[in-house]
C-alpha cells in the first residue's frame, strides 16, 4: 500500500491552521482557568467559616461594583474595537480606543481600591478571617492581572505609534485582546458568585 | 540587497553547526541541546538527592543511632523528596520531551524556542535557589508534601518553608511554560500524515503529561500562594485560631498531587511503549488501546486524590467514592501492562540494556500497583498510612516506574544523541545493580511497615524488631548507589569512546531514526510525509522518508536565532520570588521590572534572522 512519499516544506506540517501562538495561549489559558478556579472554590468554601465579622452583607455595596463592572465589560467592547482598527491599518482609531482600554482599566482599578479602602475600615483585613483572606487574595489577584493586561496595552500602543503593528501582524493585538477579554470573563464569574449570590 | 542577505545568513549556519562554545549554550534555543542541558543537571540533582538518601539510610541502620540530629534528618529527608520529584524525575522526562518529541513528530524545534530554553533556565535557578538553603543553613523540613500546621509560622519559623515553597513556584513557571510549549508542538507541528492515530506512543504520553502539567501546576501554586501569604502577610488560610483550616492545604496539596504522580509515570510509559515493539520486532499491540488507557489514566487521576487523606476522617462516603474511584484507575494501568506483555509475546526479542530496562519496569512497577491497590482500600490505609509501607510502595511506582523507564530511555536514544552507543556491558552492570540494589532497598521495607515502623521519624526503637530490614535496605541502598556510578561512569567514557552508531542502529519504526545520528541542527533537510504508524518498517515508505531526510540539503534551513533573553529573564523571575522572602510589599513590586523590561526585550527580538 505504501506510496511514495513526497517531501514538503515547513508549512505542509499537520498542523490545527491556528497559528502556534494562539493555540499556545489558549493552552495558558486553560492553565489560567484551573488557577482562578481553585481561588474561587477556596473563597466559596471558606466565606461561611469565618468566625469574626464584618461579613459579606454588611459590606459589600452592590451598586458600586456594579458600575465598575460594567466599566470593565466596556473596556472589552473598546479592545475589540481597537483591534478592528489595528486589522484596517487605522493607527490613530487604534491608539485611540487602546488608550480607553487602559483608561477604563484604571477607572475600575480605582474603583475597586476604594472600595477596599471602605472594607478595611469595616475591619476586614488580610488577616480578620477566612473571608478577609478569601476576598482579597482572589480580588487582587485578578486585580494584578488587570494592571498586566494595561502593561501589555501601553506597549501595543508604542508598537502602533511606531508603526511596528501593520494588519498583517494584527495577531499580536488579537492575543491580547484575549488575555483582555479572559481577564474580563473572570471579573464577571467573581462578579456573580462574590457579589450577586452572597 | 538579497545576495548580501544570503551570505550573512549562510555565514550564521556555519557558526551555529560548529559553535560549541559555553555561549553558544547559553543563548541556545535549540531542542537537542536543552534536552542535554535538562539531562545532565537532573543527573546532577540525583547525585545531590541520592546522597541525602544514603545519609538517611546510614543512620537508620541501627536501632537509636544519632549520627544525625532529629533536625537534620528533617531537612535531609525533605529534601530528598523534593529535589527526587522536581528536580529529577521531572525534569529528566522534559529532556526526553525535548530531544525526542520534534524528531518524531518530523518538526524542526518545538513551537516556542526560546519559550523552552527560559523553562530550562528557570528550572535551573529554581533548582539552584532551592539547595542554596541549604548554604544558609535552613532548608526545607516540613517534608516534600508541607503539610500545614507544620509549615505555619509558630511551628516553622525561619526561612526553610519559605525556601520551599518559593523553590516551587519558581519550578512551577518552568513546569508551565513546558506544558504549553509541548502542547502547541504536538497539535501544529506534525509532518504531513502525522495524524494523532499515528503518533508514536511516548509522543503521545508527552502531550497527556503536558495537559497534565498545565492543569495540575496551577493548584498547587494558589496552595503555595496562600502558605505563603500566611507565612509572610498574616492571611488566616490555614490557622484554625482565624477560622482557617489546615485540611484545605492537603486537599489542594492532592488534587495536584495525585496527577503529578501520572506526570512522573506516564512518560516512561511511553518510553518503554516505543521501546518494547522495538526489540519485539513487532508494532504494539492495541495501539489504541494503549493510547485511550493513557487518557483514561490522565483523566480519572483528577478524581482520586482523597485516597491520601483517608485518616484526615472525610466520613464513610467520601471514603467510599474514593477507594472505588482509586480501585478502578488500575484498570487502564494494568491494561497496559498487559498490552506490553502481548507485545512481547511471540516477538523476536532482543535483550539490550534499553529492553532490560523496560522488562524490569514492568515487572517492578507491577509490584508497586499491588501494594497500591492495597492501601486503595481504606481501612487497610489506616494500618499503613504513615508507616514504611507506604514508603516502598512509592518507591516502586517511582523509581521502579518513572526511573527505570527514563533510564531505558537514555540507553534507547543515546546513540541518536551522540552517534555512539552507550556500553552495553556497562549498560547490563547498570541494570543489575540496579534491579538488585533497589529491591533490596525496598522490598524489605514493606516488612518494616506492616511491623509498624513509622515514616519521617529520626531513628526507631529496637523493640520494633525491624532491624534486619532497615540493615537490608541500608546494603541495598548503597548497591544501588553504585548502579548510579556505573551509568555516570557509562555516559563519560562513551560519550567520547562509545562504539559508533548508525542512524538506525535498533532497526526501529520511528521518525527520529530516519535522520543521521547525531541530527543535524535543523533536523530534517525537508519534512517527510508519513503514512502508518511505523513508516521505517512499511518497504515502499521507508525508501520514500529516507530519500527525503537523509539528503544534504544545498541551503541548510533557517533555524531560529540564538537569544540570551531567556537566560535573563529567568534570572529576573527568579529575583522577584526570591524577594518575596522579604516579605516588603514595595520590593517585590519593584522587582517586577526587570521582569517586564526582559519580556519587551524578548519580544522586540526577532525570532529568527533578518528576512524570514
Ligand atoms: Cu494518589
Redesign the pocket.
Known sequence: MAQAAAAVDDHGHTTTGISNFKVGFWTFIASECLFFGTLISTYMVYKGRAVVGPYPAEIFDVLITTISTTVLLFSSLAMVLALHAVQLGKKKHAIMWLLAVIAMGGIFLGMEFNSYLKYIDYGLTLGSSTFGSSYYVLTGTHKVHVVLGMVWMAVLIWLIARNRIPPAKAEQVEIAGLYWHFVDIIWIVIFTLVYLIQ | MSSVGTQTVEQQHTSHEEDTGLWSWITTVDHKRIAIMYFVTATFFFFVAGAKALAIRVQLMFPEQELITPEVYNQFFTMHGTTMIFLVAMPMAVAFFNYVVPLQIGARDVAFPRLNALSYWVFLFGGLYLNSSFIVGAAPHASWVGYATLTMPEFSPGQNTNFWLIGLSILGIASIAGGVNFITTIINMRAPGMKLMRMPLFTWMTFVTSFLLITAIPVIGVALIYLGFDRLFGTVFFQPAGGGDPVLWQHLF?IF??PE?YILILPAFGVISDVIPTFSKKPLFGYPIVVYAGLLIGFI?WG??S??MFTVGLGPIADSFFVAA?MIIAIPTGVKIFNWIATMWGGSLKFTTAMLFSVGLVAVFTVGGLS?IMHASAPVNLQQHDTYFVVAHFHYVIVGGAMMGLWAGLYYWFPKVRGRYLSETLGKWHFWTTMIGFNLTFFPMHFAGIFGMPRRIYTYSAELNVDIYNQLATIGAFIFALSAVIMAWNLVKSWRGGEKAPANPWGAPHLEWSIPSPPHHYNFPAIPTVQSREPLWNDGEREAILAVTMEEPETEPVMPNPSYWPILLAASITLIWALVMTGIWWVIALAILPVIYCVFKWGMEPAFPEGH
Open positions: 492532592w498531587g495525585h504522580v487521576g482520586v486524590w485516597h491520601h482509586t497500591g
